[in-house]
């Protein structure tokens, strides 16, 4: 059974480890949330890479240090047992700190009616490089794209074959374009009017949207709303129309493109509408 003197030295050990991590936590912390920038934080694992930092630093290694740490160990094995502590931790928090890196939001690219925040390993499979994207867009990240879809229905439904048979469309970097004003009056239409999409929707909801107003009263007017499909779930960004910063990002399902082009209704109607003629197609055959 374990003795007094002994366990007070176990948490001692125990306290001045954790205390030392506590202050690598805070500096590994400052650039996790320069990493994953608001409104992204929450949507694209901001949470969840200080989740993995946190495991790895604050609780992996002290209590390693409280399980091995013995004072009546001879100095040579405590010291091997403590340093093995401190490489197995290392090794442990630089691939925590390298995938939270790595995974981390650097674009947010607007294909076809919805904006999609793209980690930095998923670079490469744009075709694109580092430089080449920076140079669509030099500012923080996540850097906005625009993807470019063409308007001749047939030469649009070509693409869509083409991202079902390969790769979805905003992978597509030879269709990057720079997202500036003239892109935005381009994607306007797909803005969500959030008053007539919320009518006889969830209080939660409500609750959630009237609280964003709540809070950006002063510049509401000059707000849009799009679809987003983060990594963890699907969502609505708004977007400051003058200034093109995302502001904020609402925890609402967004509505299916059809809703937000034709409305509820009316999208309601064209899909039952599809369906009647799929039917009668189905019996033809």
């Known amino acids: ?69 013995n004072p009546q160990k001879k100095p040579f094995s405590l010291r091997v047992d ?25 674009l947010a690219v607007f294909a076809d009616g919805i904006f999609y925040p793209m980690a930095y390993y ?13 140079e669509l867009d030099p500012s923080n990240m996540p850097k906005k794209i625009y993807v470019d879809t ?17 790769q979805p469309i905003h992978f597509m970097g030879e269709r990057y374009r720079k997202f500036d004003y003239k892109q935005l009056n381009n994607i306007m239409r797909f803005n969500i009017d959030m008053d007539a999409y919320l009518e006889g929707e969830k209080d939660a909801w409500h609750r959630e949207y009237q609280h964003f107003v709540k809070n950006h009263i002063i510049e509401l007017e000059s707000i849009a709303y ?11 960004i708004a977007l400051n129309k003058n200034t093109l910063e995302f502001i904020d990002v609402l925890d609402i399902p967004p509505p299916d493109i059809d809703e937000i082009i034709w409305g509820k209704e009316e999208a309601k109607r064209r899909r039952q509408r599809d369906e009647i003629l799929q039917e009668k197609a189905e019996e033809k055959k």
């Open 82 to 106: 403590l340093s093995l502590i401190a490489l197995a931790q290392i090794s442990a928090l630089a691939w925590g700190i390298w995938a939270v890196h790595n995974e981390r939001p650097y």
């Open 150 to 166: 063409p308007s001749n229905e047939q030469e649009y439904m070509a693409l869509l074959m083409k991202a079902v048979a390969s």
């Open 226 to 236: 799009f679809p987003l499909h983060a990594r963890y779930g699907k969502f609505i």
């Open 1 to 69: 059974m374990m003795n007094k003197r002994l366990l007070i030295a176990k948490f001692n050990a125990f306290g001045i480890h954790f205390s030392l991590n506590l202050i690598i936590f805070f500096i590994v912390l400052y650039f996790v949330f320069q990493w994953y920038p608001m409104p992204f934080f929450n949507t694209d694992g901001g949470w969840q890479g200080i989740r993995i930092i946190a495991g790895v630093d604050l609780v992996l290694g002290p209590t390693l240090t409280f399980i091995v740490f």
């Open 122 to 134: 998923q670079i490469p499979e744009t075709g694109l490089d580092k430089k080449a994207i920076d």
